[in-house]
Nanobody
Framework: QVQLVESGGGLVQPGGSLRLSCAASGFTLENYAIGWFRQAPGKEREGVSCIRSSDGRTYYANSVKGRFIVSRDNAKNTMYLQMNSLKPEDTAVYYC???????????????WGQGTQVTVSS
């Protein structure tokens, strides 16, 4: 069964850090483009970061560039999103996804995790 499972969300104060994990099963993550997305209440799902499968090149939304780091551990078949200097506007449900193309558009991804809540508040 092809599956992605996120973990690591929670409540953090502004300026704090969190690391999200996304464990894959039923397929090999390194063979696919992988991405992180988020969706805040009342807003559309937006791309946060992604990794291209061919060479591991990473891409980031301007809103998180310099604060978030995406990575992949092929041995564990897991991807990560290290989030630093968190802001209240980072509050959202975060999703990981896999697909053919490393783009920040959610429409090109076909396997999704269930999401994990990240809340940044004092």
């Amino acid at each position: 069964q092809v599956q992605l499972v996120e973990s690591g969300g929670g409540l953090v104060q502004p300026g704090g850090s969190l690391r999200l994990s996304c464990a894959a099963s039923g397929f090999t993550l390194e063979n696919y483009a992988i991405g992180w997305f988020r969706q805040a209440p009342g807003k559309e799902r937006e791309g946060v970061s992604c990794i291209r499968s061919s060479d591991g090149r990473t891409y980031y939304a301007n809103s998180v560039k310099g604060r978030f780091i995406v990575s992949r551990d092929n041995a564990k078949n897991t991807m990560y999103l290290q989030m630093n200097s968190l802001k209240p506007e980072d509050t959202a449900v975060y999703y990981c996804a896999s697909g053919r193309w490393a783009l920040l558009s959610p429409h090109v991804y076909d396997t999704w995790g269930q999401g994990t809540q990240v809340t940044v508040s004092s």
